[in-house]
């Protein structure tokens, strides 16, 4: 083997990339390209562990597709080869940047997730209130954000705690890939779907998470990906912590406010993960239960048209009402429970 930093050693380790690869089919054992990446496995995974340590390694084009809800969005695919890398890649990297992460910031990361957000969203309103009487809330998202990312700014975020150079060389692989400009400066979009994109964005907007607890010194603030909530008594204290924000992203990751950011007092909800969030209360969105009723009937129909199973329509079904008992309602259970049944 070829002398390579630490880190890079342990991605390219043969057991890392084995455990790349179970984690990609998890979920996933029967599909096509992994029934036939797996009849030769051990042969695969040596093949693509030489190029990796020779450094000769690309990735393969994207496949997009188109999904419309809850908004339009394009979703990147990498082949199977690619997704293991990734695997590879944050098996090793992911607890080094976990450490790096605010408490308060709840996406990609273990025990975490939009549940414990939604819990702790709980757990401030009530100290806020406790605080001031009356509370307000901004409520931000930015403006594309997956599509705004800057490849060079986002390499800079990562070589300031991966020191490895072979490892950065892997991240600029994959950054890159070879649907992007590598010498265009404003070269941008990280690829929905991908889990070094994932990833990515979280650590990209770290640097953001850093300015608003240690710059701006706010307390109530919780982040999942691009959307994030700051809770305070002052009204006029939120607008001028918005425009401090919106400055630092626009200066520093070359990223803007969506314009449907807003400041409002919380007895109105907080509208955030998924659920309207009060202090002693939790609902389900309108927009969710929307969306559960036409994918179930999509579901059901698919089902007894013979193109899904049972279990894909249950996991499907079981997955919303876990969603469901986390809000104070019965609406979206029945939905859920309507639909199981009619699909027997």
Same mark, same amino acid.
């Given at each position: 083997?070829?002398?390579?930093?630490?880190?890079?050693?342990?991605?390219?380790?043969?057991?890392?990339?084995?455990?790349?690869?179970?984690?990609?089919?998890?979920?996933?054992?029967?599909?096509?390209?992994?029934?036939?990446?797996?009849?030769?496995?051990?042969?695969?995974?040596?093949?693509?562990?030489?190029?990796?340590?020779?450094?000769?390694?690309?990735?393969?084009?994207?496949?997009?597709?188109?999904?419309?809800?809850?908004?339009?969005?394009?979703?990147?695919?990498?082949?199977?080869?690619?997704?293991?890398?990734?695997?590879?890649?944050?098996?090793?990297?992911?607890?080094?940047?976990?450490?790096?992460?605010?408490?308060?910031?709840?996406?990609?990361?273990?025990?975490?997730?939009?549940?414990?957000?939604?819990?702790?969203?709980?757990?401030?309103?009530?100290?806020?209130?406790?605080?001031?009487?009356?509370?307000?809330?901004?409520?931000?998202?930015?403006?594309?954000?997956?599509?705004?990312?800057?490849?060079?700014?986002?390499?800079?975020?990562?070589?300031?705690?991966?020191?490895?150079?072979?490892?950065?060389?892997?991240?600029?692989?994959?950054?890159?890939?070879?649907?992007?400009?590598?010498?265009?400066?404003? @070269?941008?979009?990280?690829?929905?779907?991908?889990?070094?994109?994932?990833? *990515?964005? %979280? +650590?990209? =907007?770290?640097? /953001?998470?850093?300015?608003?607890?240690?710059?701006?010194?706010?307390?109530?603030?919780?982040?999942?990906?691009?959307?994030?909530?700051?809770?305070?008594?002052?009204?006029?204290?939120?607008?001028?912590?918005?425009?401090?924000?919106?400055?630092?992203?626009?200066?520093?990751?070359?990223?803007?406010?969506?314009?449907?950011?807003?400041?409002?007092?919380?007895?109105?909800?907080?509208?955030?993960?998924?659920?309207?969030?009060?202090?002693?209360?939790?609902?389900?969105?309108?927009?969710?239960?929307?969306?559960?009723?036409?994918?179930?009937?999509?579901?059901?129909?698919?089902?007894?048209?013979?193109?899904?199973?049972?279990?894909?329509?249950?996991?499907?079904?079981? @997955?919303?009402?876990?969603?469901?008992?986390?809000?104070?309602?019965?609406? *979206?259970? %029945? +939905?859920? =429970?309507?639909? /199981?049944?009619?699909?027997?």
């Amino acid at each position: 083997m070829k002398r390579h930093g630490n880190l890079y050693q342990k991605i390219c380790d043969f057991e890392n990339l084995d455990l790349a690869f179970y984690k990609v089919s998890l979920g996933r054992r029967y599909y096509g390209d992994i029934l036939q990446f797996k009849d030769v496995l051990e042969e695969n995974l040596i093949r693509l562990q030489r190029e990796l340590i020779n450094k000769t390694y690309t990735p393969s084009p994207y496949r997009t597709f188109t999904l419309y809800e809850p908004k339009k969005r394009t979703i990147y695919v990498s082949p199977v080869k690619d997704r293991i890398v990734h695997h590879a890649i944050m098996n090793i990297v992911e607890p080094i940047w976990d450490k790096l992460f605010i408490y308060d910031s709840y996406a990609c990361r273990k025990d975490k997730g939009t549940h414990a957000g939604v819990s702790r969203t709980v757990e401030f309103l009530r100290r806020a209130q406790q605080t001031w009487g009356k509370v307000y809330c901004l409520k931000c998202d930015i403006t594309k954000f997956f599509p705004s990312i800057n490849h060079h700014r986002m390499l800079q975020v990562i070589s300031q705690k991966i020191k490895c150079k072979d490892t950065l060389w892997l991240f600029e692989q994959i950054i890159f890939n070879n649907t992007f400009d590598r010498n265009d400066p404003e @070269s941008k979009n990280m690829p929905i779907g991908n889990l070094i994109s994932q990833w *990515g964005a %979280n +650590l990209y =907007l770290n640097v /953001l998470d850093q300015y608003i607890k240690h710059c701006l010194k706010t307390k109530y603030y919780i982040r999942y990906m691009d959307d994030f909530l700051i809770l305070d008594g002052d009204r006029k204290e939120l607008h001028r912590l918005k425009r401090e924000i919106s400055l630092f992203l626009n200066n520093h990751l070359k990223l803007g406010l969506n314009t449907k950011s807003d400041i409002y007092p919380v007895d109105r909800g907080i509208d955030f993960l998924g659920y309207r969030i009060w202090h002693n209360n939790i609902l389900l969105r309108k927009s969710s239960l929307i969306r559960a009723t036409r994918r179930f009937k999509k579901l059901s129909k698919a089902y007894k048209e013979g193109l899904i199973n049972l279990s894909d329509v249950k996991c499907s079904l079981f @997955s919303w009402l876990g969603h469901c008992q986390h809000a104070n309602v019965k609406r *979206g259970t %029945n +939905l859920c =429970l309507k639909h /199981l049944v009619l699909s027997r």
